[in-house]
């Protein structure tokens, strides 16, 4: 199975602040890497796709770069309403697997 | 718009059986590979088990492969999971999720809210 290993597992920080999180695989997945947001007690939500590419109704501010190990999920200037955990996920082989996670809070 | 509805998730003991069922509705359900996927609490996310869209092909995570079955039913619009044989390890919230293909891409881009199975004696 492909390890997923995101770093930080926390973060604090504040309304405006640029956040980088980043997710590296135990070996390549090309480009298959998603990212998720989830809030308490909530399903989680697709953001990214494909490492880059933003799922319609999710806001610029979301970004995701990277490829073969390494990718990063960027939140450009971080609003209220992104105070969530974030996680990433391999799509290039069964099974998927997801990283642990990385919450982001105040 | 696309909805996901899980049901049949509840308290059971050690060892017996549970079935999961997941509503599907606002887009073609035929036309799109199902998965299983789970969160233990406090925990992160698992993958549990995918069906293709005809559900000629299934696979399972290692963990639950040969306890749990996955299926479906088209013309009702349906995606199950049956789990038997119980661990205190299967406790968590399932979701069910779509993929965007038919054969399965393995990423998810519609999840339903969520049941909570909570193995216990």
């Known amino acids: 199975d492909i390890q997923m290993t995101q770093s930080p597992s926390s973060l604090s920080a504040s309304v405006g602040d640029r956040v980088t999180i980043t997710c590296r695989a135990s070996?390549?997945?090309?480009?298959?890497l998603n990212w998720y947001q989830q809030k308490p007690g909530k399903a989680p939500k697709l953001l990214i796709s494909?490492?880059?590419s933003l799922q319609s109704g999710v806001p610029s501010r979301f970004s995701g770069s990277g490829s073969g190990t390494d990718f990063t999920l960027t939140i450009s200037s971080l609003q209220p309403e992104d105070f969530a955990t974030y996680y990433c996920q391999q799509s290039y082989s069964t099974p998927p697997t997801f990283g642990q996670g990385t919450r982001v809070e105040i | 718009q696309v909805q996901l509805v899980e049901s049949g998730g509840g308290v059971v003991q050690p060892g017996r059986s549970l079935r999961l069922s997941c509503a599907g509705s606002?887009?073609?359900?035929?036309?799109?590979?199902m998965h299983w996927i789970r969160q233990a609490p406090g925990k992160g996310l698992e993958w549990v088990a995918v069906i293709s869209n005809d559900g000629g092909n299934k696979h399972y995570a290692d963990s639950v492969k040969g306890r749990f079955t996955i299926s479906r039913d088209n013309s009702r619009n349906t995606l199950s999971l049956q789990m038997n044989s119980l661990t205190t390890e299967d406790t968590a919230v399932y979701y069910c999720?779509?993929?965007?293909?038919?054969?399965?891409?393995?990423?998810?881009?519609?999840w339903g809210q969520g049941t909570l199975v909570t193995v216990s004696s």
């Open positions: 070996q390549s997945t090309i480009s298959y």
């Open positions: 494909g490492a880059s």
């Open positions: 999720a779509r993929d965007q293909t038919a054969y399965g891409d393995y990423y998810f881009d519609f």
């Open positions: 606002g887009f073609t359900f035929s036309g799109n590979a």
